[in-house]
């Protein structure tokens, strides 16, 4: 474990949350990506996997550079995610559903990930720039799935 202090350890702080949030959005998109009807709103939702999938790459080696495993998302977050997701899901089976709770996922990875970026100021511009580039990502979904709300 590093001794998390100064610029490395804001450096290391930031890229942890970054590996908890993509892991969370692929988990959360896998989960659903396949109940989506409409091919459009399919391949956009593939799209951003792919993206948080390149990220997910980036954020490891970034990490392994610093002798660092990374951050899994907390499993109280990823179950809770579970249950809302089907069950809302279970209440109405639709695009517009899914769209929802990507669009809710997204808003409380983009909050979370601004605070973080605020929090670990002294973090290297490396670390910032994948920060975000998934906060981009995650507004750019929520931009795009608008239409299927």
Not at 37 to 50: V, Y
Not at 84 to 106: E, I, W
Not at 119 to 128: F, L, P, V
Request: glycine share 6%; aromatic share 4%; with cysteine.
């Amino acid at each position: 474990m590093n001794n998390l202090s100064g610029r490395d350890g804001d450096t290391v702080k930031l890229l942890r949350e970054c590996d908890a949030g993509v892991k969370m959005g692929i988990q959360s998109i896998e989960e659903v990506e396949n109940r989506v009807e409409d091919k459009s709103f399919a391949s956009l939702l593939k799209a951003c996997r792919k993206e948080h999938e390149h990220l997910s790459l980036e954020v490891g080696e970034l990490l392994n550079e610093h002798f660092d495993d990374g951050k899994n998302p907390n499993p109280i977050a990823t179950g809770m995610s579970w249950v809302k997701t089907n069950a809302k899901y279970l209440a109405d089976p639709s695009d517009a559903t899914v769209a929802d709770l990507m669009t809710d996922g997204c808003n409380m990875g983009v909050k979370s990930l601004s605070r973080y970026l605020n929090q670990y100021k002294s973090a290297d511009e490396r670390s910032k720039d994948i920060a975000e580039r998934l906060v981009n990502i995650e507004l750019q979904l929520t931009d795009n799935i608008r239409k299927y709300l």
